[in-house]
């Protein structure tokens, strides 16, 4: 996170992106390239933005039409986005509509209104509304000076959402010369991202990409051996938690429902067979929390918004790392922890491979395109089978060395897994079966041996009499298999590419069979771990309680206003009104999260809950309920202040209410005259304060922040003109 303040190259423009950031959305730092997309955007230069999901691309074409006043278009894939996108921005009082097909021709006139009243900073449109004629003619008409193309994928055949309708946004550059464009998409490989500059014409674009690797997601890999014991397991740890499970077929997801539904879960199918008004409904459903579970083919993909996912369950291997990226990264967008389970069976790489090799009738797929499909889900099993570190397992594929040792993030790193000292025996009776079969046999077949199957073709092939024969019988094939795969990826095994591969010896294997070398093996534990978790984002007790009351009150309100409930307030908003408390309004300001609109609007409902609650359970009001610091906590903060720590850092360490820390920190500048401000307040905020300060006279705030129009809050002008030595 960088702070909104830094990088000043134009302080004014830094300052009014800070303002809009604080304004609409109470945020005062920026994620990884919001800053640089944001002044992209205002410089006119064309860019490529590539963010993982999650993020926060929508912040970087939001803010650059509120700093430079003026009419930004986005386009959007689907109507259900861009509902969602533009409630999210109405709620914070950000001035947006959206113009599809959905809308009745009484809305689309308030809206042709609003446009005509240059109302709007943005406007979403559909790709085909786009270049309709009503459409054009009002964008030339606003001298539309920047587009910003959401999902920008969908341009590409090489991405895995292709929609021809984007193929049309080529137009754009010759419609509107003038104009900048903003590409923005989630997608990782390179050949799609050349492919979104090319179709969309873009001049010297500002390419941004951004890291993939989402470190609150909790990667755990687990052999599958009862999908649904193991999946109930894991929906367990989630109590009234929103849950993601992706199938391979649509009856693999009605079962699971089921079972689910049995044991008590609010959990629905969801898949393509469906009619559209029943996944409709299912997504509805599940965006107003009414929901848990949705138990979902491929089918559920774009347009699920919800930012607070807290699980994501692959019930079977996905084809693709990149479609396993794509899927688990549905998770955690709100940035807080979220866990992704896949249990894996090689069963389901057979279940893929014959669907990719007899693929439905009305389905053609070329040789080259079949074996590509073969390479992905060998990449996949790959993955899947590997010990290491599964954060530096995806953010490899994706050509992103991964940086630092242990990610405390994967059940590798968490040692969840079983790590024998020494694998050597099974790894000698592996490859020595592998020589004595002396052709050589697919993987699964390698196994079957092993484990003393008695299928037809080992019988006629009398693989009953190798001294290998069931000599692994003990392992599980679910354990067998990941260790193959094992010595593939130590090079004493090759697997051949293509529609059958099929293994073979590699000279190192030599050296095993020969006792010269040893082999280090990891089996993996055959049960879903049940970790510890450390509850909603740490928090217990009260703090847990309040939690849940302030999500019910957020479920209320998002029903009367109809709305899904994520776009009142996140999760982490939730989590920190939970932990401080906040006792008025003054601190309910300061809650990250918590943007004007939202204050007024939402504020005195919140901080009437949390008082309510408080009273009921004997809590001081605002004081959260944890042991004053040792030594004092005014001491303490004053130690934080000299560290340049933020207010809401301050409060959470002390146990003190943010007022309360805002005064230590007004007595801190006071008593201790510290160099600069920059910490807690930018420099263009402190030289207009203390202009508005010197015009005004007197030691009075109320003037002063008349003055500045009210952009600049009360705690900002009162310790700006204690440190000026005006107060
Ligand atoms: P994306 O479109 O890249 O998937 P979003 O724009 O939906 O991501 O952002 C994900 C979440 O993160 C949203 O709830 C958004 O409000 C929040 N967010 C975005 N930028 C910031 C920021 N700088 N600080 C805190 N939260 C942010």
Known sequence: MVPVTANPTDPTQSEAIAATMRRYWGYDQFRPLQMEAIEAALAQQDSLVVLPTGGGKSLCYAVPPVVAGRTDVVVSPLIALMKDQVDGLQACGYPAAAIHSGLTEAERQVIDQGIRNREYRLLFV?????????????????????????????????????????????????????????????????????????????????????????????????????????????????????VIMYCISRADTERLAEALRRRGVKAAAYHAGLDA????????????????????????????????????????????????????????????????????????ARRWESLLTRPAPDTTISPENLEAQLGLLEDMQEFASSHECRHAGLSGYFGQPYEGANCKACDICLDETNRPEDGTETARLVLSCVKAMGAPFGLSYLVEVLRGGHTRQIQERCHTTLPQFGALRAMAKETLQPIVHQLVQQGLLSRTMGDRPVVMLTPAAGAVL?????????????????????????????????????????????????????????????????????????EFAMVRGVG????????????????????????????????????????????????????????????????????YLEDYIGERNPATLAPWVGDAVYRRVQAAAAEAGGTYLRPVFDALGGDVSYEDIRIVMRHAGMR
């Open 126 to 242: 559909a790709p085909e509304r786009l270049l309709n004629p009503w459409f054009m003619a009002r964008a030339k008409w606003m001298n539309v000076q920047a587009f910003a193309i959401d999902e920008a994928h969908c341009i590409s055949h090489w991405g895995h959402d292709f929609r021809p309708e984007y193929r049309r946004l080529s137009e754009i550059k010759t419609a509107f010369p003038q104009a900048a464009i903003h590409a923005y998409t989630a997608t990782a490989t390179d050949r799609v991202r050349q492919d979104i500059i090319d179709q969309l014409g873009l001049q010297q674009p500002r390419v941004l990409v951004g890291r993939f690797d989402r470190p609150n997601l909790v990667y755990r890999i687990v052999p599958k051996r009862d999908v649904e014991e193991q999946a109930l397991e894991v929906v367990r740890r989630h109590p009234r938690e929103a």
């Open 277 to 348: 008004a029943t996944r409709s409904k299912t997504q509805d459903a599940f965006a107003a929390e009414r929901l848990d579970v949705v138990v979902a083919t491929v089918a559920f993909g774009m347009g699920i918004d919800r930012s607070n996912v807290r699980c994501v369950i692959h019930a079977a291997l996905p084809k693709s790392v990149e479609q396993y990226q794509q899927e688990t990264g549905r998770a955690g967008r709100d940035g807080l922890e979220a866990e992704c389970v896949l249990l894996y069976s090689p069963d389901d």
């Open 514 to 586: 020969s006792g010269q070398r040893t082999v280090a093996l990891v089996i993996p534990r055959a049960a879903a771990v049940a970790p510890e978790r450390a509850g909603r984002g740490g928090l217990s007790g009260p703090e847990a309680d309040l939690f849940e009351r302030l999500r019910e009150l957020r479920r209320m309100v998002a029903q009367e206003r109809s709305v899904p409930p994520f776009v009142i307030f996140g999760d982490g908003t939730l989590q920190e009104l939970a932990r401080l408390r906040p006792a008025g309004l003054r």
């Open 596 to 663: 004007e609109r939202k204050l007024a609007d939402l504020g005195p409902r919140f901080v009437a809950e949390i008082a309510a609650f408080s009273k009921e359970r004997a809590l001081a009001a605002g004081a959260p309920a944890r042991p004053p610091a040792p030594g004092g906590a005014k001491q303490l903060a004053y130690a934080m202040f000299d560290r340049g720590e933020s207010l809401l850092a301050v409060a959470a360490e002390t146990g003190r209410a943010l007022g309360t820390v805002g005064q």
